[in-house]
């Protein structure tokens, strides 16, 4: 994958400035004086390129203003970071549903603040849970989200119902697709579960800019090719 050599947002290749202007990162948001950059201008700051994980996740989903859960989880993926399968995949689920909402509704603080949330409930939640609890971490991610979107608690009514109903939606959809697990799929089948729940129990749509077309199959022994949804041509 040119990921590996090439700009990590769009698999371009680098370009070396002959001036020292200053770019904005990617990741973070913040400018810095540097020398290379992709041919689209994406840039990414040292601090960045060497995040862990979640970090990675938090910082980008906090930073972007995309409003597509799609494209900010696979702009994500493409990361090398992010491990083709991993429970880093349980955060990056509701991080990129609550990016993409806040940032629909403009709502910076709330946004910040839910994220934060949902990766130290993401945190709980351990790699293996498809196979070891019959609950994949992708499916628990999209409960995070609507139990953040909703405020709810073990105690609340409406919003309780809300969020378990979201999970039981994901997990049904993720359990019809077939195992054995693989993060990309599930991560995909959980976010797009998620925005086919707001369009019918919240009368919200998400945009969502262009089918999904899984980048990763190379890199899965166990991709299902042609019966995934997200195989690609
Ligand atoms: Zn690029
Ligand atoms: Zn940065």
Known sequence: MSYKTGCLICGLELNYLATDGKLRCEYCGKSFVADACCINNHYICDRCH??????????????????????????LMKNPQLKM?????????PAALLAAWYNKHNNPLMKDAAIITARRRAEDIKGGVCGSLGACGAALGTGIFISLITGATPYSKEEWRLANLMTSESLKIIAE?????????????????????????????????????????????????????????
């Not at 399968?85 to 689920?93: D, N, R, S, T």
């Not at 919240?202 to 166990?222: G, Y």
């Open 50 to 75: 060497s995040l862990a994980p979640n970090d990675l996740i938090e910082q980008y989903c906090r930073t972007t203003k995309l409003k597509d859960p799609n494209r900010i989880a696979s702009t």
């Open 85 to 93: 399968h991993g429970p880093e995949h349980h955060f990056l689920v």
């Open 177 to 233: 697709n077939g195992g054995p697990r693989c993060c990309k799929r599930d991560t995909f089948l959980a976010i797009n579960a998620a925005i086919s729940y707001l369009k019918s129990h919240f009368a919200n749509e998400l945009s969502i800019e262009k089918r999904i077309i899984c980048e990763f199959a190379i890199l899965n022994p166990e991709c299902l090719g042609e019966e995934c949804p997200y195989y690609g041509h």
